[in-house]
C-alpha cells in the first residue's frame, strides 16, 4: 500500500501569508509551520508535486476563492487533525 501525500494550504490569518505544500504527514507538518521548524520540505510523488506547483501559479484571489469555498470563516482546522 502507497503513502498517503496531501497538498495544503496555511494561512497566517485571514488573508495573509499563504504557504503551500505538500506532506506524507499534515499533522507533523502544520506542527512545524506552528513553530517554525523547518524552512522548506519537498516530495517525491509526482500527483500531490504537481497540484502543489499548480497552486503555486495561481493568483492570489483564485487561492483564497478556493481556501473560502472550503473554509469560509478561516477556520484554523489543525486542531481537528489529531
Known sequence: MG????VYILASRKHGTLY????NDLIRRVHEHKLKLV???SARPASAIMRE???KKWRR???????????PGWVDLSATLT
Do not use: A, C, P, V
Not at 503513502?3 to 496531501?6: G, H, I, K, L, N
Not at 503551500?20 to 506532506?23: C, D, E, R, W, Y
Open 3 to 6: 503513502r498517503q501525500f496531501y
Open 20 to 23: 503551500i505544500g505538500i506532506t
Open 61 to 71: 484571489d483564485w487561492k483564497i476563492e478556493l481556501i473560502e469555498s472550503q473554509n
Open 39 to 41: 524552512r522548506g520540505f
Open 53 to 55: 506547483k499548480q497552486l
